[in-house]
């Protein structure tokens, strides 16, 4: 079993729908938690970043940890075609351990 | 642009073959991480450097290594190449050693396939 476990999708949607995106993991450990956005044929770029349990809202972004249930998710609000990426989570149990990937969930949002 | 710069962006060898992947950091960063990313596997940690020292490992493989220059750049080493290395390998850079309340920002990755 993977440490995180992600679906790969793809998820479509279209354009101003509420996208939930979704995280399982296994290690109890983990505290740190980060989604990353991820365009094709680009590099990763941190989109959400939190510590421990609750929620943390950015723009149209929300992400959600529940560590009693060890599962993490991002929604996103009013989606547009531009949010078209791949999405991985990523988590760690300190501030200075290794970041552990989920495989990326791919969202297409059509206009 | 997150500023850091991988080399070549695409790279077609043979199995048996020894390739180099080049990074250069952002601007001020002092370590770089680097990352192999496949399909099944997702983003998988192989290893990091902070001001020309090694400063952890995760799952790299004894034909490959890694070193950083005096002036921060990197280099990855994949030797005796397999089918199984083809991959997307990416560089990432961050300022200090670690924490992440600095995030790691990537380049676009090398492409390697192996035939």
């Known amino acids: 079993q993977k440490e995180v476990e992600q679906d790969p999708g793809p998820l479509s949607v279209p354009e101003g729908a509420i996208v939930s995106l979704n995280c399982t993991y296994s290690n109890s450990a983990f505290q740190y938690f980060m989604w990353y956005r991820q365009y094709s044929r680009k590099g990763p770029e941190l989109l959400m970043y939190?510590?421990?349990?609750g929620n943390k809202e950015d723009g149209r972004f929300t992400a959600q940890v529940d560590k009693s249930s060890k599962y993490i998710s991002l929604f996103i609000r009013d989606s547009q075609p531009s949010d078209s990426a791949t999405y991985l989570c990523?988590?760690?149990?300190?501030?200075?351990?290794?970041?552990?990937f989920g495989t990326g969930t791919r969202l297409q949002v059509f206009p | 642009d997150s500023g850091v710069t991988q080399t070549p962006k695409h790279l077609i060898t043979a199995t048996g073959q020894r390739v180099t992947l080049r990074c250069s950091p952002r601007?001020?960063?002092?370590?770089v991480y680097w990352y192999q990313q496949s399909l099944d596997q997702g983003l998988q940690f192989l290893i990091q450097?902070?001001?020309?020292?090694?400063?952890a490992k995760g799952n790299i493989l004894e034909r490959f290594s890694a070193q950083q220059f005096p002036d921060l750049h990197s280099e990855l080493n994949l030797s005796s190449l397999e089918l199984g290395d083809s991959a997307l390998y990416f560089c990432?850079?961050?300022?200090?050693?670690?924490?992440?309340?600095?995030?790691?920002?990537f380049g676009n990755g090398t492409r390697l396939t192996v035939t």
């Open positions: 450097y902070y001001n020309g020292e090694e400063r």
């Open positions: 990523a988590m760690s149990a300190s501030d200075t351990d290794k970041l552990i």
């Open positions: 990432a850079s961050t300022q200090g050693a670690g924490g992440y309340n600095s995030p790691l920002h």
């Open positions: 601007s001020g960063d002092l370590s």
């Open positions: 939190t510590y421990s349990s």
